[in-house]
Nanobody, 124 residues
Protein backbone atom coordinates (compact mmCIF):
# COMPACT_ATOMS: atom_id res chain seq x y z
CA UNK A 1 0.00 0.00 0.00
CA UNK A 2 1.37 3.38 -1.05
CA UNK A 3 1.88 5.82 1.80
CA UNK A 4 3.67 9.04 2.57
CA UNK A 5 4.29 9.97 6.18
CA UNK A 6 5.43 13.43 7.23
CA UNK A 7 7.21 14.14 10.48
CA UNK A 8 9.20 16.90 12.14
CA UNK A 9 6.55 19.53 12.65
CA UNK A 10 6.00 21.38 15.89
CA UNK A 11 6.10 24.70 17.67
CA UNK A 12 9.07 26.95 16.97
CA UNK A 13 9.89 30.55 17.78
CA UNK A 14 10.23 33.16 15.04
CA UNK A 15 13.68 32.94 13.50
CA UNK A 16 13.99 29.27 14.33
CA UNK A 17 14.39 26.24 12.08
CA UNK A 18 12.68 22.94 11.47
CA UNK A 19 13.32 20.05 9.14
CA UNK A 20 10.34 18.12 7.90
CA UNK A 21 10.69 14.59 6.58
CA UNK A 22 8.44 12.72 4.20
CA UNK A 23 9.02 8.98 4.14
CA UNK A 24 7.52 6.78 1.47
CA UNK A 25 6.43 3.20 1.91
CA UNK A 26 5.03 0.76 -0.59
CA UNK A 27 6.84 2.41 -3.48
CA UNK A 28 10.22 3.90 -4.30
CA UNK A 29 10.55 7.64 -4.73
CA UNK A 30 13.22 7.65 -7.41
CA UNK A 31 10.69 7.75 -10.26
CA UNK A 32 8.44 10.30 -8.57
CA UNK A 33 8.51 14.06 -8.53
CA UNK A 34 7.93 15.29 -4.99
CA UNK A 35 6.24 18.46 -3.84
CA UNK A 36 5.70 20.24 -0.56
CA UNK A 37 2.47 22.10 0.02
CA UNK A 38 1.09 24.01 2.95
CA UNK A 39 -2.33 25.07 4.09
CA UNK A 40 -2.88 27.85 6.58
CA UNK A 41 -6.16 28.16 8.50
CA UNK A 42 -8.90 29.40 6.21
CA UNK A 43 -6.66 29.25 3.15
CA UNK A 44 -6.28 26.95 0.20
CA UNK A 45 -3.48 24.46 -0.26
CA UNK A 46 -0.40 26.23 -1.61
CA UNK A 47 2.39 24.54 -3.53
CA UNK A 48 5.70 25.81 -2.21
CA UNK A 49 8.60 23.66 -3.45
CA UNK A 50 9.19 20.75 -5.76
CA UNK A 51 12.05 18.42 -6.65
CA UNK A 52 11.84 16.23 -9.71
CA UNK A 53 13.40 12.88 -10.50
CA UNK A 54 16.67 14.40 -11.73
CA UNK A 55 16.94 16.59 -8.63
CA UNK A 56 15.87 19.80 -10.31
CA UNK A 57 14.32 22.02 -7.66
CA UNK A 58 11.73 24.74 -7.94
CA UNK A 59 10.58 27.23 -5.31
CA UNK A 60 7.15 28.61 -6.13
CA UNK A 61 6.80 31.21 -3.38
CA UNK A 62 9.15 34.19 -3.50
CA UNK A 63 9.05 34.77 0.25
CA UNK A 64 10.52 31.29 0.80
CA UNK A 65 13.56 31.70 -1.44
CA UNK A 66 16.70 31.58 0.64
CA UNK A 67 14.80 30.25 3.66
CA UNK A 68 13.26 26.91 2.62
CA UNK A 69 15.07 24.11 0.82
CA UNK A 70 13.79 20.84 -0.57
CA UNK A 71 15.98 17.77 -0.91
CA UNK A 72 15.59 14.09 -1.56
CA UNK A 73 17.47 10.99 -0.47
CA UNK A 74 16.39 8.16 -2.70
CA UNK A 75 18.45 5.66 -0.73
CA UNK A 76 16.33 6.47 2.32
CA UNK A 77 13.15 6.86 0.25
CA UNK A 78 12.66 10.20 1.94
CA UNK A 79 12.20 13.84 0.96
CA UNK A 80 13.04 16.72 3.26
CA UNK A 81 11.97 20.30 3.75
CA UNK A 82 14.51 22.42 5.58
CA UNK A 83 12.89 25.57 6.92
CA UNK A 84 15.06 28.38 8.30
CA UNK A 85 14.32 31.88 9.57
CA UNK A 86 10.74 30.88 10.22
CA UNK A 87 8.07 33.56 10.48
CA UNK A 88 4.60 33.52 12.03
CA UNK A 89 3.10 33.60 8.55
CA UNK A 90 4.73 30.22 7.86
CA UNK A 91 2.29 28.65 10.32
CA UNK A 92 0.37 25.96 8.44
CA UNK A 93 -0.15 22.27 7.98
CA UNK A 94 2.60 21.04 5.67
CA UNK A 95 2.00 18.20 3.22
CA UNK A 96 4.25 16.23 0.93
CA UNK A 97 2.94 14.81 -2.31
CA UNK A 98 4.17 12.55 -5.08
CA UNK A 99 3.51 12.29 -8.79
CA UNK A 100 4.99 9.81 -11.23
CA UNK A 101 7.35 11.36 -13.75
CA UNK A 102 9.58 14.32 -14.34
CA UNK A 103 7.41 17.41 -14.21
CA UNK A 104 7.24 19.67 -11.18
CA UNK A 105 4.00 21.44 -10.39
CA UNK A 106 2.51 23.65 -7.70
CA UNK A 107 -1.02 22.52 -8.65
CA UNK A 108 -2.35 20.08 -6.07
CA UNK A 109 -4.59 18.03 -8.42
CA UNK A 110 -1.47 17.09 -10.43
CA UNK A 111 -0.27 14.90 -7.56
CA UNK A 112 -1.29 11.31 -7.01
CA UNK A 113 -0.26 10.57 -3.43
CA UNK A 114 -0.41 12.68 -0.30
CA UNK A 115 0.80 12.49 3.25
CA UNK A 116 -1.45 13.21 6.20
CA UNK A 117 0.22 16.53 6.96
CA UNK A 118 2.24 17.85 9.87
CA UNK A 119 1.49 21.03 11.81
CA UNK A 120 4.07 23.79 11.94
CA UNK A 121 3.38 26.65 14.32
CA UNK A 122 5.68 29.66 14.48
CA UNK A 123 4.99 31.72 17.56
CA UNK A 124 6.74 33.32 20.49
Amino acid sequence: QFALVESGGGLVQPGGSLRLSCAASGFTLDTYTMGWFRQAPGEGREGILCVNTIDYKTTYVDSLKGRFTISRDNAKNTVYLQMNSLKPEDTAVYYCAAVKGLLCSDYAPDYDYWGQGTQVTVSS
